[in-house]
């Protein structure tokens, strides 16, 4: 094996340095605090994973470096009616094993994706059908409007049909089953990306090199790239530090002061569109772990605004997150398409009005309540629920904080532990960038036949919310579907379903002889990598 | 003897069998797996789809049934995180924890049991005294810190060593090693001495306690009367006999390390099983978790024989009466 | 540790315990004699952590993020009132390590006791019956030893929590702890003990008391088990240091006491995480007042097995 991708590595030299003397051998290492889980770009749904394979695969459109939708596959595409969309595939594209790719591959891609194991179902099935109309011309269809479907297509990476069906990949693989059913592509690549894939060693070590035979002229000068995942946070800097990798992310937010400090290294950040926020069990008749008996304080309002006005911000941002954390009044970030600045105000800090608030709901000395709490899942997690049970003591109320490993963590407080929690914080991302994701999700009520509230994990329902959800679904009139969705961040924002914290850094440390472009997704492109060594 | 063997492989089974029925009690409490194999958009419906199709809404007992089936026949399924055979995975991650448990058990054997003996034999001398309380401080440091200061000093300030994975390794057949390259014995230093300096601490004290013990039996104040040379009687004798409990310890020890190294390759980044393990456990990966720890229970059932037999061969007088 | 050295020293007064050689070699080891100053002085201060320390880190409503990582008071940004400097949460370092080591003691001593109860009784029985008695016991080491203590400790978490009510976590984390590390502990004391006693019992005085008809747990007691002490006690004081570092891995899986109130181990970790960012003070003091309480509880066992061991007389 090794043998084998050195000899592959030697013959690839002497390709490069036979066709150009100028192109010199440059190398990227980089580390991430996990893998991809697949070499399948139909497996998991997740960001990480999904892109790893960006710069092994591609989809009809993608994102560049500032996140604008630009053509990848697709050359121009045009909506021929609210639901068919056409798009005009790009020519003498080819696939890393040499086959060619043509509307085909687009139609074989889509019907893959909708297999049983498939993680890209539910994108995969917004569209109802493919009309080849020639070679390089396909006709989406889809079942209701979908206005963000170009988007989306950015995230379904193109596989080839003939190399799938001679590796018996044509459906995507059972979790429990690689290696035997369909497999064969959840650890072999064949996309049409600039980087092929030449070693992997799962949760070790990944090797990829320059694909030659690449239709596009990306920015970057890489031709062979190192991915390490690291788990460790320490680590991860201490590699960067030591100049055993080129970039590493995500690095603690107390970390930048060194990493600026340090010669040849430092730190790249930005806002994530990821809102960290607390949440409250508002559907319980008695909290599942709280001194109050017989009833559930978050029912009164009086109560859930107490605890919303007791948590300072912007000490949160000073101290715990060392400046860099965007404090909000919203559950989606700027980012966010449905976003208005005009309904971002946070709730102001006043701990004199909570605690006279909580005498008015009749506990005027407080009361005891369980929090639930990740460790390992968003930026200084443990230590911002730790600063919220202080300061929520100063007005009286006394948090039994449980911190645990989000495996844990997740497994207690969603649906599968049966809502398991009475205080709570969460982070959230919606998927599509557009606000109606987050509603769905968090703020309608829960329903599991209509697949509604799945993340409404303290269930606040509020009826004429649940029916503007639906509104902001189907309104295709941005203005209308603005005032819909302000509509909805008044209710919740008076009603105090809520309490949002902040937007999160993405945190990314960096060699300074390599030029990175940070997307706002958190997605490392190496299409933008450029090494000035 | 080969009754005794028999005897033992016998019981050997019936610990591993419960090994396994433990383990699979205990996966009940460590997370829920699905949530880490499906995005935030999947619906219900689907993930219990995937919960049935792995049998985990089945109850314990089928579930651990249904394993020491396929672990009958080699079958250990397939990893939920990384998508690949678990035997495959422990086969590539094996070679890495054993050659970095085996380098730091001999180094860890190397400098503990001379210092043992050393001290045992010169307690009043200050090199003594310097060994034994270096061998505290050692034993006094969370390992994770140790590996951190090494890394904080060895890679990060004078950039002498790197600081995570194992370099460049050869491939021998399906063995992977990094003894043969520069990088690779490079990557394999700070590592095993993080792993050593517990363990050798441990063998020191332990050599010296039992060898003052022996030096105190009547035994040896017999042969010291018959008037033989100190050194024949230090290390013919009294060595000898110190060494019934040290290799019950050390023979422990080896799982000590392994259950060590667990920690050592997190803070490394070392690619062994114990990396994998721990990563298991945060992604609730149960057939990788199942794996790791029978082969545990199979490699301390295996060492536990081996301690047992060695017993009766240098101490005649521990002969199982059967 | 004294609790252990009992069955050797004679029972009687003061006066003759001034007389004994105990007493004669700790009055004239000066490095005996400041380690049980330390650790006398480490456990008091962390018995009377309330009225010792200047703050009280773990009443939440007293902490403000305003206070968060000061320097030690000597350095350039000190505040006068936290002499050791603060950490993230604005908690005072020198009142959390007191309430801390108070914390890892408690853990760490309850769980060495249990740990050697259990370990010694098992491995009495187990060298001195052998057989089937011996086999059963010893396998149920072999299955107690395949289990790292990370998970034998998510059991018994994950037991108890499914027992007790949900409200109980920070008071039950303490005894989840205990009762985890004791539990992956037994095996070494069971195992030590067992071989020593498989010599013991074929010695001849053994053999003797057992023709002259001495029942079984009085040979065990005061026969076999004076002889087995010293191992014992060199594993018990390592443990004490292990117990307490196993209790920070545990914190850092979930399973260890609350953040809101950390032990010694848990500080560490907790500081871990800024030891590349400069505030140093956040882990070094914590990670010094582990070292020397390990350190002088060590020194102090050594000291006992040497001169509490029958054979040196």
Known sequence: MKIRSLALLGAAAIAISAMSAQVQAKTFRYAFQADAQSLDPHGLNETFTLGFLGNVYEGLTGYDAQMNLIPLLATKWETVSPTVWRFHLRKGV????????????????????????????????????????????????????????????????????????????????????????????????????????????????????????????????????????????????????????????????????????????????????????????????????????????????????????????????????????????????????????????????????????????????????????????????????????????????????????????????????????????????????????????LIACRDKERNRGKYNIGDYCNKRVDELTDLIAAETDPKKRQAYIDEGAAILKKEYGYIPLHQQPLSWGVREDVSVAQRADNVMDIRNVVVNR | ????????????????????????????????????????????????????????????????????????????????????????????????????????????????????????????????????????????????????????????????????GRGEVVQLGWWSTGLLT????????????????????????????????????????????????????????????????????????????????????????????????????????????????????????????????????IDPRLRVQS | MTDAAKPSTPKTALGRFLDSDLWWSFTHSPVVMLAALVTVVMILSAVFAPWVAPHDPFDLASLDLMDSLKPPAWMEGGDPRYWLGTDDQGRDIFSTILYGARISLLVGFLSVILAMLIGVTVGLIAGYFGGLTDAVLMRIADIQLTFPAILIALLVDGVMRGILPPGAHEQVALFVLVLAIALSHWVQYARTVRSSAMVERNREYVQAAQVIGLPAPLILVRHILPNVMGPVLVIATIQLALAIIIEATLSFLGVGVPPTSPSLGTLIRIGND???????????????????????????????????????R
């Open chain 1, 94 to 441: 080819k696939f890393h094993d040499g086959g060619t790719f043509d509307a085909d591959d687009v139609i074989f891609t889509w019907k893959r994706a909708t297999s049983t194991e498939s993680g890209q179902k539910a994108r995969a099935s917004l569209i109802s059908n493919i009309r080849k109309i020639d070679d390089y011309t396909v006709e989406i269809e889809t079942a209701g409007p979908v206005p963000t479907l170009a988007r989306e297509l950015a995230w379904l990476y193109i596989m080839d049909k003939q190399w799938s069906e001679k590796h018996n990949a044509t459906e995507a693989a059972k979790p429990a089953s690689a290696g035997r059913e369909n497999a064969w592509a959840t650890t072999h690549e064949n996309g049409t990306g600039p980087f092929r894939v030449v070693e992997r060693q799962p949760d070790v070590k990944t090797v990829m090199e320059r694909f030659e035979g690449y239709w596009g002229k990306p920015k970057t000068n890489v031709t062979k790239v190192i991915f390490t995942p690291i788990s460790q946070a320490a680590t991860r800097v201490a590699a960067l530090l030591s100049g055993q990798i080129d970039l590493a992310y995500p690095v603690p937010v107390q970390d930048w002061n060194r990493l600026n400090a340090a010669p040849g290294v430092k730190a790249l950040t930005g806002p994530e569109a990821r809102t960290i926020f607390l949440g409250m069990d508002q559907a319980r008749d008695e909290l599942t772990n709280s001194s109050v008996k017989g009833k559930n304080p978050f029912k009164d309002i009086r109560v859930r605004k107490a605890f919303a006005h007791a948590i300072d911000l912007n000490a949160i941002k000073r101290a715990i997150m060392r400046g860099a954390s965007w404090p909000s009044g919203l559950m989606w970030a700027p980012q966010v398409n449905g976003y208005n600045p005009k309904m971002n105000v946070p709730y102001k800090y006043d701990p004199a009005l909570s605690k006279k608030l909580l005498a008015e709901a009749g506990y005027p000395d407080g009361f005891t309540v369980g929090m639930d709490c990740p460790n390992n899942r968003y930026v200084n997690d443990e230590k911002i629920c730790q600063a919220v049970a202080s300061m929520l003591a100063k007005v009286g109320i006394k948090v039994d904080l449980l911190a645990q490993p989000k495996s844990k963590y997740f497994a207690k407080v969603t649906a599968s532990g049966g809502y398991n929690t009475p205080f709570y914080l969460l982070g959230w991302t919606p998927g599509s960038m557009d606000v109606h994701n987050v509603f769905v999700n």
């Open chain 2, 1 to 164: 003897m080969l009754l005794f063997i028999a005897r033992r492989l016998a019981q050997s089974v019936l610990v591993m069998l419960t090994v396994a029925l433990i383990a699979f009690t205990l996966f009940q409490y460590v997370g829920d797996p699905i949530n880490n194999m499906v995005d935030q958009d999947t619906s219900l419906a689907e993930r219990e789809r995937i919960r049935k199709q792995l049998g985990l809404d089945d109850p314990v007992h089928v579930q651990f049934w249904r394993f020491v089936q396929n672990a009958a026949h080699g079958e250990f399924g397939i990893s939920y995180r990384l998508r690949k055979p678990v035997a495959e995975l422990i086969a590539e991650r094996f070679p890495a924890t054993l050659e970095l448990s085996m380098i730091s058990a001999i180094l860890a054997l190397a400098i503990g049991i001379p210092m043992g003996i050393y001290t045992a034999l010169n307690r009043e001398r200050w090199p003594a005294k310097l060994f034994m309380t270096l061998s505290l401080v050692g034993v006094s440091l969370p390992t994770f810190l140790i590996g951190i200061f090494l890394i904080l000093i060895f890679g990060v300030q004078l950039r002498w060593l790197p600081t995570f």
């Open chain 2, 182 to 313: 520069a990088s690779g014995l490079k990557s394999l230093i700070m590592p095993a001495i993080t792993l050593a300096v517990f363990q050798m601490t441990l063998i020191v004290r332990l050599v010296r306690a039992e060898m003052l013990e022996v030096m105190r039996t009547d035994y040896i104040k017999f042969a010291r009367a018959r008037g033989l040379k100190e050194r024949a009687i230090n290390f013919g004798h009294a060595l000898k006999n110190t060494l019934v409990p040290v290799i019950t310890i050390i023979g422990l020890q080896v799982g000590s390390i392994i259950a060590f190294a667990i920690i050592t390759e997190s803070v490394f980044q070392w690619p062994g099983m114990g990396l994998l393990f721990v990563q298991a456990i945060s992604e609730v990966d149960i057939p990788v978790m199942a794996a790791y720890l029978m082969l545990i229970a199979l490699v301390f059932v295996i060492i536990n024989l081996i301690v047992d037999i060695l017993y009766v061969v």
């Open chain 3, 274 to 312: 800024y030891l590349f960012s400069g505030e140093w003070w956040i882990t070094v003091f914590p990670g010094l007042a582990l070292i020397i309480l390990v350190l002088a509880v060590n020194l102090l066992g050594d000291w006992l097995r040497d001169a509490l061991n029958p054979k040196l």
